[in-house]
């Protein structure tokens, strides 16, 4: 009898430490404000210092899951999405790590848009590739969408799929800093599955 209320208070404790350990609960007050007056300065004339503002009002590594109060500057960041693709195709540091943070508060299509962005990154700057991806390395539970967003936007064309995916893989083979070469390795090996 002793044993059903000892059980059921470790398998209670269990469970608090479980929940309070994971990250992707964790919830942080967001400035919703404040990121879509400073998304709407950025994407007019985007700098890296703007870009910084912005970084600076996101949450540092941590997937918001509740974001109905910022839905719409959520939405509204993903409708000029591409001014800081261009940026982030750039090489420009900041909008490289801006690309990134939005993952935290991202979902859905904007999500997918993300990923593929920063996919397109690996052959455009493999080296800030990884270094961004080692930073929020906890915001994907595995890499493959982001590293393998290339699939869905041809999923017909064999012979363009596997160009692709040598032209990452080759891209990644050339970065040689020995702080990124397990994930390097990790993402190559990824690839070279598909």
């Known amino acids: 009898m002793r044993q059903r209320p000892t059980a059921l ?21 967001v400035n919703w404000a404040g990121i879509e007056a ?7 004339n985007p700098t890296e210092a703007d870009a ?22 959520v939405n509204a960041i993903n409708d000029h999405l591409g001014v ?6 750039a090489g420009n540091p900041n909008a490289i790590k801006l690309g990134f943070r939005l993952l935290t508060i991202s979902y859905g299509t ?17 080296r800030l590739f990884l270094e961004e991806l080692a930073a929020h390395r906890n915001l994907f539970l595995i890499l493959d969408p982001v590293l ?22 080759q891209s990644l083979e050339s970065v040689e800093d020995k702080t990124l070469k397990s994930l390097r390795n ?8 598909l």
Do not use: H
Request: charged share 20%; glycine share 6%; with cysteine.
């Open 186 to 193: 990790e993402c190559i090996k990824i690839l070279k599955k």
């Open 52 to 73: 910084e503002k912005v970084l600076q009002l996101l949450p540092g590594t941590e997937k918001i899951l509740d974001i109905k109060d910022g839905f719409s500057v």
């Open 110 to 126: 904007f999500e997918v848009a993300l990923n593929k962005i920063l996919g397109n990154l690996i052959s455009y700057n493999p």
């Open 84 to 89: 800081l693709e261009g940026e982030i195709y």
């Open 38 to 44: 400073a998304w709407n300065v950025y994407y007019m």
């Open 9 to 29: 208070l470790l398998s209670g404790l269990l469970l608090a430490l479980v929940w309070a350990g994971n990250p992707l609960d964790a919830q942080t007050a």
């Open 148 to 169: 393998a967003s290339f699939v869905n936007e041809i999923p017909n064309d064999l012979a363009a799929l596997e160009l692709e995916k040598k032209l990452r893989i």
